[in-house]
């Protein structure tokens, strides 16, 4: 059982050889007590990288939330903020993940704004090809359509997720969305 006298060792120690549900209950317990900052982070990292491999991904979100608020510095906050972002988009709530993107680009240095609005766009087009490979076209439908919506995508990436959406939308018998697309805008 871990208890707040122990160092990060012997909580590596306690946890070794159990199964992820039964660290799971024995973090979340331990993260109840009354612990110093470098221990909580510890044993929050520990449970965020437990929630990512078993494909948690909306609660490794809201404990990434929590880890940017006890950060120690600026780049572990940032860090922090991005996974939010990247686990919320993984777990299909584009919400949440907005909220998170606001974060980073409210406190983001603006010579770094690019490097994350680019890495956003990665974890969205990232989780659009993983659920194309499992064959979930409108899950794959619902992040393009999402990815429409960033401001700062180039005109080429526009065209290439129109093209497959366009395709996706006649996979999935949309035909109403997949002839918008087609149409051409009307030169004046």
Request: with cysteine.
């Amino acid at each position: 059982m871990l208890n707040k006298e122990m160092m990060k060792s012997d909580i590596e120690r306690e946890l070794t050889g159990k199964g992820d549900y039964v660290q799971i209950d024995m973090i979340r317990r331990f993260l109840k007590e009354n612990l110093s900052n470098d221990i909580r982070r510890f044993a929050s990292m520990k449970l965020a990288f437990i929630y990512e491999n078993r494909s948690m991904h909306a609660d490794a979100a809201i404990l990434y939330n929590k880890l940017a608020e006890i950060a120690l510095n600026y780049a572990d906050r940032m860090t922090c903020y991005s996974k939010q972002a990247e686990n919320y988009i993984k777990a299909g709530y584009f919400e949440g993940a907005d909220m998170a993107i606001n974060k980073i680009m409210g406190e983001v240095k603006p010579m770094e704004k690019t490097k994350f609005s680019e890495a956003v766009k990665g974890f969205y087009l990232a989780q659009a090809h993983i659920y194309e490979k499992e064959r979930r076209r409108s899950k794959a439908v619902e992040v393009y359509e999402k990815m429409l919506l960033i401001k700062t995508l180039l005109e080429t990436e526009k065209i290439e997720i129109k093209n497959k959406l366009s395709q996706l939308y006649k996979e999935l018998g949309l035909v109403q969305k997949y002839l918008s697309l087609q149409e051409k805008p009307k030169s004046k």
